[in-house]
Structures are given as C-alpha cells and as structure tokens.
C-alpha cells in the first residue's frame, strides 16, 4: 500500500528557505499515472494547493505563490520536495504532501502531514 | 478568503441528514465534474470521500453522496453518526492559473 511521509525542519526563520521532502513508499514517484503534490494549511484555516508536479519534471504552482516556490522530484530517491523562499509568517502551516490524479487533480492520497513554524 | 464558498458549519442529530453546500464559478464548479469532498479529524491528513461530483472511493459509507447544480456542489450524510463530526472540505479543478481550489471547510456538529 503506498504511503507518504513528510520530512524536514519544523522551524524556519523569517525570509530563510523552506524545505520539505515527502518519501514515497509502496510504490514509485516514476509513474505516468498520477500527479505529486503539496497541500497546506495554516493554523485555524482551510486548505490550499501549493503546487504539483509529473514525474517527468513539468511543475504547476499556485500563482500567489510561484516566485518563492520550486518543486522538484528524484525518481532515484523515489522522493519529491518543495522549497519556499523568502519565507514570512503566513507561510506558518502544516504541510501535507500528496497523490493528485491527472485529470481532475483530485487529491486521493496525503501524508501525515507536517507543521512548519516560521518565527525568529 | 477561499475560492470556494462553504458554509462555516452545520450540525444534525444522530439519524438525521445534512447537506453541505460549496459554491464556485463557471471556471470550476459549474464547468466540470471535478468535485471532491474530504473529511478531515484534527489533528488528522484529510480523507477523500467524494470524488468526480458522486463517486465514492471503495470503503467509503453510501450515506455520504454528493450532487452538484450548476456553480454549487453538495455532500449529503445521512443517518449522522457520532464519528461524523469532523470537518468538511469541498476542493473543484479550476480552469484559472490556479489549478485546484479548495473550500474554507465546514465544520459538521453531532449533537
């Protein structure tokens, strides 16, 4: 059964880099079937789509976020993750990553989820 | 604010139905059959229920189904359970730049 897992650092200073890399197990990142994503939610709000990508390398952003964010996979590592710049309090959030589905991106597999607190 | 409109919360009694409605645009709702819904426990990843406006993924209940009319989507649970009380997102594919959408989520009460 495959799984997610998000790792990296919990704690990011003011207008450092972001980093989090989700492992994939059970399975293979390197698939033409599914998209690979990221999904955030900051404390006591809704969900939002951070951005996704194919196994190929072609990346999709949420446009309120894309002149900060790369998201970048290693099919060696069976692994994909996201980088942030410039980070700001509002980027305090749990960061789920995810399986989306090709055509209508619907998200049918998290992780666990991972709180990052920007703070100084 | 989110891109799609969702009550902030609705509660039923045990046995009862309820529906949750998540309004959006001809961009996204109200042009395609790509409607989601997920469940999510504090503390807890989300957990899809509904997909493609009314499918159903395998070991979901059949008293969660979901309908949309035009620019508005809807879950309905019916035969509320106490383990019903979570919160409830709706999330649509968007024609816009920005891909996928998700409701402000509605809190769902058992009383």
């Known amino acids: 059964q495959l799984q997610l897992q998000e790792s990296g650092p919990g704690l990011v200073k003011p207008w450092e880099t972001l980093s989090l890399t989700c492992t994939v197990s059970g399975g293979s990142v390197d698939t033409s079937s599914y998209y690979w994503g990221w999904i955030r939610q900051p404390p006591g709000k809704g969900l939002e789509w951070v951005g996704h990508?194919?196994?190929?390398?072609?990346?999709y952003y949420n446009p309120s976020l894309k002149s900060r964010l790369t998201i970048s996979v290693d099919t060696s590592k069976n692994q994909f993750s996201l980088r942030l710049n410039s980070v700001t309090a509002a980027d305090t959030a749990i960061y789920y990553c995810?399986?989306?589905?090709?055509?209508?991106?619907?998200?049918?597999?998290w992780g666990q989820g991972t709180l990052v607190t920007v703070s100084s | 604010q989110s891109a799609l409109t969702q009550t902030a919360s609705v509660s039923g009694s045990p046995g009862q139905s309820i529906t949750i409605s998540c309004t959006g645009t001809?961009?996204?709702?109200?042009?395609?059959?790509?409607v989601s819904w997920y469940q999510k426990y504090p503390g807890k990843a989300p957990k899809l229920i509904i997909y493609d406006v009314s499918n159903r993924p395998s070991g979901v209940p059949n008293r969660f189904s979901g309908s949309k009319s035009d620019n508005t989507a809807s879950l309905t649970i019916s035969g509320l359970q106490a383990e019903d009380e979570a919160d409830y997102y709706c999330s649509s594919y968007s024609s816009t730049t920005t891909l996928v959408l998700f409701g402000g989520g509605t809190k769902l009460t058992v009383l």
């Open positions: 995810a399986r989306q589905g090709l055509i209508a991106v619907t998200v049918d597999l």
């Open positions: 990508i194919y196994h190929s390398g072609s990346s």
């Open positions: 001809n961009n996204d709702i109200g042009g395609y059959k790509y």
